[in-house]
């Protein structure tokens, strides 16, 4: 290799030989590089006359005149042809170029060096005869393209077209043969031949082959890519109307299953690359330009005002602008995550902004504006059906022991329809993107500065979402060897939330409220219950009011991005250090007001206020070292680096009751003795070496290894360090002489990769037993200080979670790219779990873990378990008609997985999924040998329709009776066949886990016309409709129920489809599968249509692009679920949680027009 | 030269390694057990929380639902899902029941976290021979043999775990259940190791003493039906003298400024406004009109039954100074709507609950743990949505009283025994009842129901009577509602099999440890 070669002359071994045995092998890589800086200072004149004069005469002559030294072997002077010219007063340049003609080295210059090398094998001698060359490239509709690369095959001559398209080369020879590339367009050669002009039309391109892809610390072509990633680029996910670009990409990415939380703007939302990784957190690592961005979201709890949290966990990158990504990249498996090591486990999403392009400075101006709604409204009686359903329950008095008659009611059809919660809680919302930005490069800085307002309105009442950003990034090449950049992101979000998920949940709450309430009273005041009859009708709690009054926000203030030198030693050896932060600001407030009516009525009291702040910053230093070459039919990437960073969280939280006025300020009430002020601090830090080579030979056989070594401060002394190595390789089969005849199959690569990788989330300092200070039991026996007690059991021997992951890949081309397909298969085996130890309750520690309870001592983490997903991940990309006025391209994508939980740390371990609820039950097991989150309860087994049923079959649960078991009841099967119905009698009853998702794109232009149509969907997962237990409990006829209720089971209608009402017993309210659906969807995902204003219109106000387009996100879902939206995700993100429905907030549909305009 | 100073940047950059130090980060926040329990206040600061938080999620809603509810002395509101649906009232309560699993978490983290105490506190012990670690060992072991009681008592069979942290070690859960009388054993062998390591007199206001110990040890031994034993630990306690009846009933269960009064043997300690810290009691048992302005409270979701409010003798002062009915008052509870003191009224013609009226199915409410509103005026009494700081009695004189009463007693039909009388009628006599001459279990059972109404102990007396006797009594209830017009909407539980005696072992304990459901194993 050329290094070691240079390692051999005089000049290193004289000057730099001591120092280099010092130095590690970085340095010494750097050093020798560093010694190929070139240099273009060379004026001075020489005057020379020579004839066959041997070559060290003449370096003599120019030292003389010039002061220019040589450096070189005398063994390669061997082959030195003699040399003759005559010249006078000519530039260095120049006599150098005649003595180094057609000799078998070359030279570089290094200061007032001038080192001779020998010529790569695959540089060949520059021509003598030359012409000058210039054109224009053009694309096919005949319009100029900026940034082409051109250069001369096989030297490196080169250079680029500029905004007019148009290229310059000097000295050219007939021979060259001329290369013009752009992505996006197809690669085209053209022989020299002496032209002074070469005109060129450039392709399009269908293949992705020359793309390029970010493997982390690098990127590459992807023909070189020997691992699983997936890749998408800003026009795959621009314009769509959702706060992140998690959501965007939802159903774009094989592989990568996307399923929203919350349809709460900036809500949680699942991300799972390829199927579940762990039992613990499973959100990949989101790295944006180098930045691993640490920092959580979430909002306070609604707990503090009273009653159960809801849903919290937020969407981290909904606090970034997806308005500014360039690319989105998505490692897959453990051969390409490996680089990460400790915090690829769960997956990388290498997340590439914009960046500003040499040319003209473009200003571009994005914009949609668009409205919001409900997708569907549930079938909940009116007041009418509400008053025919009570007198009907209370016909059957002697067995629903319902005995209130009320006048009112006895005829419905002279009622009205009564209150539609549903309208009053549901609202219709706005949504509007705006987005500024500037860019261009000129010389040697490129640009780009952006500006952003999101806003958002819930289709909650009172809920939102706003976000302000600004982006600024600057590149500037500081010196033809030092690149240095730096970019700034900041941003503003505030989301406005209302309690969602669980039994205070205002959907769960609303569902049920009796139509016979007025939400508010003639006076305008709210209502809770209105008496008819002598019998209040309501909600202690006026869903409206909840979500009306309280005001509970969430705003982050974020600041994140880099500052690097990358310096080019040669045009092979880079050297980068980048300088990472991330700083956040999150700020979460929940405000209560005191609104008690006139006639004493309480509507919401106390009046209360928190404000939880606090403050995480985030640094990294990377230093990598990187070295290209290609030789012959070799091709080498070496990367070799180093990252070191520390992480930082300060909490501070204060609460306040009684505000004057319902003022919302704390310093309009007095502290709140439930809520004394709190606070905690956090800190850790990680410290990584990485190396990764790639080889390829020949285009054919490509390798790639790659190793991570992490020390990270979640762990013991003795436990600190994780090794993670991973091998993959990749044949391409196209490219074999056999395959050179191969018609319709013009790509054919497979793929290889082993690897492994790590998870290390564990809470912080677990390794240890800490004391939990109990602040709030200060004063107990009259004590003053904090008492203390053990917090968790300790384990210093806790290690790293390891994901191994076996993948083979199959790409395929057919008819010149114009199908591509990719197919992967996986096998990812997760080991040594970082698992809090479940213990049954009974042994006195947390049962729930890591549900960090506030009076439980944690059970120990221990690494166990194991968990394996299999898979498959498949993607199509067809352009199915191109011409040039006609295009219809489709893409497929498909994922599936199988997860199964292959043991705990014990054969009995189990983790519980409860709801939420002030009694929670448990709805999900995960244990040994079934899928994680897998629903747990009863079969059902009709009715009992007839007394024979009651008497014959195994005894039922309760006693048979009007109060126990009667007709009418559900009868649940008996299971373990000890003829009675008991608890022993539950068992899997659903899993929450889809058999495949897909996304299914299909994109048509007509000349300036564009339209899009995107369906996605899930196929063969089940939910637990828990609202359905509100909503068709027959429990407590003061409640509202769906209109299904009134074909129930009762002695009138004994063929009923519903259980009776039974309001004595919870016997027909068991988890059980009467509440598990069918979750498969498919949903209109997107239709967008797209017009270009042609250029003749637009091109007198300089306007050089005018794109408006209407859009249609979320159109209609396919499904037999009979909730709001079978898109349900995880309660703040937990797997053990997934698919639940309980007062979830529905997805919206939106409308939006919108248009992109670039001046 | 240019180049020199690029090496040396390149050498300092690429050489940078971080010291060893940079990944050590220590907690910021708390202190690690091998720099702690250093001193006696640490130790003393930890038992302390052994009377508070842990309790929590027994307190909370189980403690009514089988104290009270199971025992007919209380009702819940109409199928609140967050108390069972009903199934306390019917007798139906089953294994997936939340309040079932949270009794069984919440006396199974109380004997957890005293045992972890225990053990953590014997390794210190052991290595440092710090005295003043042993009075910590042993106030953690009385508050353990309390949990295993209340485990023994709710459960029947059970496990029982000395050592969690080896237990979570193990990998092996599947631990069997021990037979209830091995379970009471283990909870009499940690009251006895407490009652030696314990002082006479409480080192602080409200921590219990050997007397303590000895007063729980007569309850446990009265439950199994030694007589024998329960008489004499019960005279241990009465002939110290160190223990009265408090004179005021009332303000026992209203205020907190009677905590820690000379009747008090153990008692939960409660610190007002903080949720999981204070006593809740009153924001569930409450009526909604006297916890105005707080509108997280007051749900009356558990109130008397029928039943109990006929139970009272003419002229027992305990039912007035224990529940609230149409005509209760008290000028010291103010709030937004009662600006000059709480008024109880039910009187709606057939109306509905408002914000001044009660129409509940009994049109009554316990008084027991009722601190009144939030701003009560009383800085010293504070209370909040969350709860107040009104201490909660498991053992109060008067139980080792009727305790002693009833070992006297013991398997005869009646009793004049003096000592037995004279302990009987202190308490009988405080309720402004004439002195009896002669006991019967009848009657002592009768008062104990009075007495102790609302205090989570009543079906535990009656269960102790065995399965026989405890159906009559149950089967024998009334347990419905009143209907507008005054009329009774008869509901009546159902107790039909000796298994009903015990609460199920919670689903999710089975499902983990299938030994559960195999029948009891000796422990000793």
Redesign the interface.
Known sequence: MQFIALCKSRFLAGRFIKTLMV??I??FL??VA?MN?SAKVYSQKLTLTEKNAPLDKLFTEIKKQTGYTFVYTESILKKARTVSLQVVDVSLEKVLQICFQNQPFTYEIV?KTIVIKPIADAEVLIPVATTDITGIVTDPDGKPISGVSVEVKGIKQGTETDVNGIFKLKGVSASAVLVFSSVGYEKQEIVASNNPVINVSLKLNSSTLGDIVVIGYGSTKRANITSAISSISEKDIKNLPVAGADQMIQGKIPGVTVTTNSGQPGGGVSILVRGITTVNNNQPLYVIDGVPIIASTSSGGMDYL??VAGQTVQSPLATLNPNDIASIDVLKDASAQAIYGAAGGNGVVLITTKKGKPGEGKLEYDLYYGQQQLQKKLPIMNLRQYAQYYNSVLAEGTTT?V??TIGEFLNPSVLGSGTDWQDAVFQTGNIQNHQLSFSGGQGKTNYYFSGNYFGQDGILINTGFQRYSLRMSVDQQVKNWLKAGVSGNLSRSDQKLAVTDGQQSVIAAMLYNSPATPVKAFDGSYVN?T?I????FGN?QNPVALAALRNVHSIQSKAYGNLYAE?QFTKDIS?R?QLNYDFQLNDNTAFQP?I?NP????????SKLRVDKSDSYYYG?Q?Y?TYNHIFGKHALNFLLG?E?S?NHYDDANVSV?GLTLNIQSLSAGTP?????AGG????????SYFARLLYTYDNRYSVTLSGRRD???NFG?DK?IGYFPAVSAGWTISNEKFAQDWKTLSFLKLRLGYGSVGVSSVP??TY???????S????????S???????N??NPSLSWESVVTYNAGLEAGFLNGRIELTIDLYKKITTQMLLA?????????D?NPPNNN????E??Y?N?GQMTNTGVDLGITSHNIKTRDFGWNTIIVFSQYKNILDKL??????L?GKSQ??????LT?S?AGQPVGSF?GFVTNGLYRTMTDLTSGPTP???V?V??TWLGDIRYKDLNGDKAI???D?TFIGNPNPKFTYGFTNSFSYKGLDLSIFLTGVYGDQIYNYSRMETESL??VYENQLSTVLNRYSAANPNGSLPRYN????NN???SDRFIENGSYMRIQNISLGYNLPGKVIGRAKISSFRIYVAGQNLHTFTKYSGYDPELGAFNNNVLTQNIDYGHYPNPRSLTVGANIVF | MKNSLLYILLVSVTLISCSKDFLNRPSLNNPTLSDYYTNAAQVEGATGLLYNQVWYNWLDKAYHCIGEVYGGNMLTSAGDPNYGNNTYVYFTVQSTDGQDLLAWQAFYQVAGNATVLINTFQQIRNSSNASFIDPGIAEARFIRGVAYFFIARTFGDAPIVTDPVALAGSGDYNLPRYLQSDVLKFALNDMAAAEAGLSATPYQGGRVTKYSAAGMAAKIYLYEGNYDSAMIKANEVISSNQYSLYPSYVDMFTTAKANNNPESLFALQWIAGGYSYANDIQAYAGPAPLMKPDFNTGYSSVIPTLDLLNAYDTGDLRKGWSIMQQGYSNSNWKNSLFPSGFSYDTTVGGGADDAYHITNGTRSNSLKYINGPANNGNPSDPTSAFGDGLCLYVLRYADVLLIYAEAVLGTNASTSDPSALSAFNLVHARAGLTPVTSLTKQQILHERRVEFAFEGDYWYDIQRQGFTMASQIINAQERGTLNGDGTINHVGATFTTPSQLYLPIPSDEVVADPKLAMPAVPYY
Not at chain 1, 776 to 783: E, S
Request: a negative charge; proline letters at 11%.
């Open positions: 130095m590690k970085t340095v750097v050093l560093s800086v200061e009273g009653g022991g005995t209130d219950t008496p009859a002598g019998v209040p202690a310096i050297f250090n005191n008690v006639d004493g009525t309480v509507i919401l009291s106390p230093l230093t070292l180093h070191a520390y009751t709140d003795p439930a809520a004394p905690s601090t956090y800190d850790g830090a990680s410290e020390g990270s401060s002394p600190r912080a300092n240890t037993t800490n004391i939990r200070l109990a709030n039991a200060v004063g107990l026996f009259g004590q200080g904090v008492p203390g007690i053990p917090a059991v300790g130890t479940t213990l049954p309750s009974f042994a006195g520690l049962p506030y009076d439980e001592i059970p120990p221990t166990a740390n014990a054969p009995g371990a189990v519980f609820a002030f009694a929670p039950v448990t097991e244990l747990y649960m309760l006693p009776g109060q126990g008991t608890s022993a539950q429990f407590n309001q004595y017993n919870e309210l068991k988890i």
